[in-house]
């Protein structure tokens, strides 16, 4: 079998080389890029004659996996797999796997991060103190007794769930499907969205962009949000409506948000809504990037392909 890493994965060369070594002992060709181009020409270019390919977050769409008849799986390494054409892939019988729960841990922490940093107005504080101003308007929330309202009860939101329990927040949820253990540890799942939004103090958005949730933070669902009340969204741009959170902001319907993804992947247009409003904490989609996971979704893309090449797909996403 041929096949290519289409761009890098930002772990050693060594990590490297001693997968390169595993596949070329199984018999097969491993052709490694170690840049990213995500021209479809260049997609197609890289693609060209592989039975498999290793992708992390550049899309691939149908014009690219048309080029490639002889393309039979598609590795992902990460977690969301909506800019790869899935339904295509289905229809030209390609396997596609993810990377799952590789970014849980990191995710979740800086998801917390967000909110330590809003409620205690870090950024601000270190103004202030360069500017060489005192606390004035700088009093800040504590979160232990805050009631924390977790959209999404996949292995993130359960991690964020963790960590937020050992701050003494109370936990309610909503999500596709209840988990029996998490209700065991005290988390209430509310019946709608939007009496998660109204009873929350913080509102923190875990689930994957699809069909069913693109747009499911919008303007209604958002006013029914606390004026003190705080939103996070470390998930996927297009489940938000930009500007009606952005509109929620500076109008003072909410008091703060803390967004690390957006329509589009960073650098984001000046003209964004998000880029001017108010009381924000924005990040060029970070959440997932830390050293520890980009050495676990190594392993596990990996893992992927060599259970691939033995017959079996894990991870299937088709």
């Known amino acids: 079998m041929k096949i290519a890493l289409v761009e890098p994965l930002a772990v050693k060369a060594e ?37 498999a390919i290793l992708i992390a977050n550049t899309p691939y769409r149908a014009d690219v996996i ?48 967000m909110m330590l940093n809003l409620s205690r107005y870090m950024l601000p504080c270190d103004d202030a103190v360069r500017a060489g101003k005192d606390k004035t308007g700088l009093v800040g929330t504590e979160l232990f007794g805050k009631v924390l309202g977790v959209i999404g009860t996949g292995k993130i939101g359960t991690r964020v769930i963790e960590i937020a329990q050992a701050f003494g927040m109370n936990v309610i949820a909503f999500s596709r499907t209840m988990k029996p253990e998490l209700q065991q540890r005290g988390v209430v799942y509310c019946d709608s969205l939007e009496d998660l939004m109204a009873r929350s103090d913080i509102v923190t958005l875990h689930t994957p962009n699809n069909a069913q949730t693109k747009g499911l933070i919008h303007k209604g669902v958002i006013q029914k949000m606390k004026p003190s009340a705080v939103f996070i969204n470390t998930a996927r741009g297009p489940i938000v409506d930009s500007k009606a959170l952005a509109d929620a902001l500076n109008e003072g319907k909410i008091a703060a948000a803390g967004i690390d993804v957006f329509e589009m992947e960073p650098p984001i247009p000046a003209e964004h809504p998000l880029l001017n409003a108010k009381n924000t904490l924005l990040a060029p989609h970070v959440a997932f990037a830390t050293k520890e996971a980009m ?22 996403i088709c």
């Open 66 to 113: 048309d080029a490639c008849p002889q393309l039979k799986y598609i590795d992902v390494a990460f977690t969301g797999v909506d800019h790869i054409d899935i339904d295509h892939c289905k229809e030209k019988g390609i396997a596609v796997s993810n990377a799952s729960g590789y970014s849980d841990i990191c995710v979740a922490e800086l998801a917390f991060g």
């Open 15 to 51: 990590t490297m080389e001693k997968f390169e070594k595993k596949i070329r002992e199984m018999g097969h060709e491993l052709i490694i890029y170690s840049d990213r181009d995500p021209s479809p020409e260049a997609l197609k270019q890289r693609s060209a004659g592989m039975d």
């Open 295 to 316: 050495e676990r979704r190594a392993e596990i893309v990996f893992e992927n392909m060599y259970q691939w090449l033995n017959g079996n797909v894990i991870n299937k």
